[in-house]
């Protein structure tokens, strides 16, 4: 263990926590709507926080700093790339409107 395995540790921590909400609610949104531009985001975020949790483990129970990083790295650009496809996706959705007469 190295002096910045805690660093390392509370960055994969809040990334996992803060991406994750991310990704749940671009879930919620994809359920919702039915976006393939939404379900793009949420692969997304997902990849980038796979990659976190598996170099994380890397680094901590393989103890290989630069295994861990190579992992993270790795899916961070993997994610980034899914998230630059969901800008480019064609967002098709259809909206129903319920119009309520008077009386």
Known sequence: MNEYT???????????????AVALLAYRAFRRTGSRA?????IGFS???????VGGLAHLLGGNVALG???Q?????GGFAVLLYSLYTETTTTTTLRVRGSG
């Open 6 to 20: 805690p660093l390392i540790a509370a960055a994969n921590a809040a990334t996992l926590l803060l991406g994750g």
């Open 38 to 42: 939404l379900r793009a985001v949420t």
């Open 47 to 53: 990849f980038i926080l796979a990659g976190s949790v």
């Open 69 to 71: 990083v190579a992992i």
């Open 73 to 77: 790295s790795s899916f961070t650009a």
